[in-house]
């Protein structure tokens, strides 16, 4: 059983940064992708960053220039700066790993105006 688990949501103000990172556990042999995705209240689940299989990545356009996203082994990292009220979401780790989707339990992010 492949388990996600993420940390260092929190409150921060507009302008300021912080720091996700998400761990990966369990059998694992292969990981196709790794990445971050929020939801905000009343909103779908959207991409923020991925780190595909071959170390290339995509962005929101919303977060480019503003969000880094690496991956180390089965850890992935995102941080992000010049946070905007905006980006206030649950963040989510998502994974694909031996071709099988997992999610972690989510992190609230908070910006203040």
């Known amino acids: 059983q492949v388990q996600l688990v993420e940390s260092g949501g929190g409150l921060v103000q507009a302008g300021g940064s912080l720091r996700l990172s998400c761990a990966a556990s369990?059998?694992?042999?292969?990981?196709?992708?790794m990445g971050w995705y929020r939801q905000a209240p009343g909103k779908q689940r959207e991409l923020v960053a991925v780190?595909?299989?071959?170390?290339g990545t995509n962005y929101a356009d919303s977060v480019k220039g503003r969000f880094t996203i690496a991956r180390d082994n089965a850890n992935v990292f995102l941080q992000m700066n010049s946070l905007k009220p905006e980006d206030t979401a649950v963040y989510y780790c998502?994974?694909?790993?031996?071709?099988?989707?997992?999610w972690g339990q989510g992190t609230q992010v908070t910006v203040s105006s």
């Open positions: 998502g994974a694909t790993i031996m071709f099988r989707d997992y």
């Open positions: 369990g059998i694992i042999l292969s990981i196709n992708s």
């Open positions: 780190v595909t299989s071959s170390r």
